[in-house]
């Protein structure tokens, strides 16, 4: 098993519906980062966060270190926010060192 | 752009070949790592890079061979390569050496088939 997870694998959805991607890990660590990644390969950092909550624009990304979970929200959805978001946590324990989870394929059709 | 500029985009090479890729960041970063990204799979952490140093060798077969000259260049020397290998290699860069608590900044990726 991943020691971070996921969910879902893929999703579709309309222009405009909220969106929510979640990310569920079993180690300690101390930061989680949630990354997007378009058809062209290139990765860009959307978030870094290690408690609370953080917001950029249409982008929510939550974090409960208790759960050990974490969710990506987006706000009236584009077909420009069509991608693969990955979620990756910094182990605090251990290999220190960034573990992703497999990526989320998002479809917004117009 | 995202301050980290890898070349090629893409690469086709016999299983005979030598090639290199190459990375350059202009962010005035410490770290710079090599990712492997195969169809399907969570990316790979193959090398870090702090300081020129090598920190970090993820348990990769040596026909990968890196090379960090300065603080803004990394390279991938592949040879004898196998078709299992294609795949999409990233570079990344960060400020602190193992990039947990600061962000990351990637390059756009080498598609990388091997025939």
């Known amino acids: 098993k991943n020691e971070v997870e996921q969910s879902p694998q893929n999703l579709t959805a309309q222009e405009g519906e909220f969106i929510t991607i979640n990310c569920s890990y079993s180690?300690?660590?101390?930061?989680l980062h949630w990354l997007q990644q378009h058809p062209g390969g290139g990765i860009v950092s959307l978030f870094m966060?290690?408690?609370g909550k953080k917001k950029h624009g249409r982008l929510i990304a939550t974090i409960n270190i208790q759960e050990k979970h974490s969710s990506l929200h987006i706000t009236a959805s584009h077909p420009r926010d069509s991608a693969v978001y990955i979620c990756?946590?910094?182990?605090?324990?251990?290999?220190?060192?960034?573990?992703f989870g497999q990526g989320t394929r998002l479809t917004i059709n117009p | 752009e995202t301050g980290v500029t890898q070349t090629p985009r893409h690469l086709v090479m016999g299983m005979t070949n030598k090639k290199s890729l190459k990375c350059e960041q202009h962010?005035?970063?410490?770290?710079m790592y090599w990712y492997k990204q195969s169809a399907k799979k969570p990316l790979e952490l193959m090398f870090v890079?702090?300081?020129?140093?090598?920190?970090e060798n993820n348990s990769v077969p040596s026909r990968f061979s890196p090379e960090c000259p300065n603080s803004s260049h990394l390279f991938l020397h592949l040879h004898t390569l196998q078709p299992e290998d294609s795949a999409l290699y990233l570079c990344?860069?960060?400020?602190?050496?193992?990039?947990?608590?600061?962000?990351?900044?990637f390059g756009n990726g080498t598609r990388l088939t091997v025939t």
């Open positions: 990344a860069s960060s400020q602190a050496p193992r990039g947990g608590n600061s962000p990351l900044h």
């Open positions: 180690v300690g660590i101390s930061a």
């Open positions: 966060l290690s408690s």
């Open positions: 990756a946590v910094f182990r605090r324990e251990g290999a220190q060192k960034l573990v």
């Open positions: 962010l005035g970063h410490n770290a």
């Open positions: 890079y702090n300081f020129k140093e090598q920190t």
